[in-house]
């Protein structure tokens, strides 16, 4: 297999109109359908990807003025670029002009991706990441564990004969305002689709803080909570509680593929919540 994934490279990009959620023609965005290999894969779902030989999938959603902005981009840093379908100007656009739109714009990422160092341009990486951006937050009080179980989840270890150079296990936290932030982002495969964990955040809360502070920051349509069961000898432990949107408290003991497991089961229970 193309060793390619150890560096992360786009493979495939394709493009289709989407009308759905459009109150006008003019409004309209195109369905990018992106084949990758993720430079920032967690060594759980590299493992898995590799296995089953498949590259990671996902959906992006973007206007004609966005990608019109990134080749303008490329432009800056690359020679003979393929020509971008040019701009039309009418304040409404006719729906099978937007559908011909589409299929030069398929033609466009086709030859594109057909120049070898365009398939690992950060540029292009970085403009086609993930759209699915989530912080992990763990919470707990001081004898919970966090930073192991944060360790545990990240040092999965892939049955692959060689860790990609960029691969998640290579974060490095740095602290700012008492808070353990990761420096560098971590891509998941959950059911198929591609999704990022921009930061992880480690939360000491007490018993008679945690409930309040949860029940505020689920709000946030951008985070996934796991906590850790503690006993302090009296009353109910600290996550045990119906405090996560999921039901759930995940246990900081868990190691290796059981602590990937967990925060993908939670990632999937708050994904539902922010969709419904």
């Not at 493979?11 to 920032?40: D, K, P």
């Amino acid at each position: 297999m193309d060793k390619s994934w150890r560096q992360g490279e786009v493979t495939e990009v394709t493009v289709t109109l989407e009308l759905e959620h459009a109150c006008r023609l003019s409004s309209a965005q195109y369905r990018l359908q992106v084949i990758a290999w993720s430079c920032f894969l967690h060594p759980a779902s590299l493992q898995a990807a590799f296995v089953s030989g498949q590259c990671c999938s996902y959906s992006l959603f973007r206007r004609y003025k966005d990608l019109s902005a990134l080749h303008k981009q490329l432009k800056w840093l690359y020679t003979d670029l393929p020509t971008f379908p040019p701009k039309k100007w009418l304040v409404v656009k006719a729906e099978n002009f937007l559908h011909k739109r589409a299929e030069q714009l398929n033609e466009y990422f086709l030859h594109l991706l057909d120049i070898g160092e365009m398939r690992r341009s950060q540029v292009l990486m970085e403009a086609l990441r993930p759209a699915t951006v989530i912080v992990l937050r763990v919470l707990g009080g001081s004898g919970a564990g966090k930073s192991t179980f944060v360790s545990r989840f990240l040092h999965y270890t892939p049955l692959v004969p060689e860790a990609p150079i960029r691969c998640s296990v290579a974060l490095q936290p740095s602290r700012e305002n008492g808070q353990t932030e990761w420096t560098l982002p971590v891509d998941m495969i959950v059911d198929g689709q591609v999704l990022r964990i921009a930061a992880i955040d480690l939360i000491v809360l007490s018993e008679d803080q945690g409930c309040p502070w949860i029940l505020h920051s689920v709000k946030n349509p951008g985070l996934v909570l796991v906590a850790k069961a503690e006993n302090s000898g009296e009353g109910q432990p600290f996550a045990e509680r119906r405090w996560l949107p999921s039901d759930k408290a995940v246990d900081t003991e868990q190691q290796g593929k059981e602590a990937y497991e967990a925060v993908c089961a939670l990632i999937r229970d708050y994904l539902k919540l922010i969709v419904t």
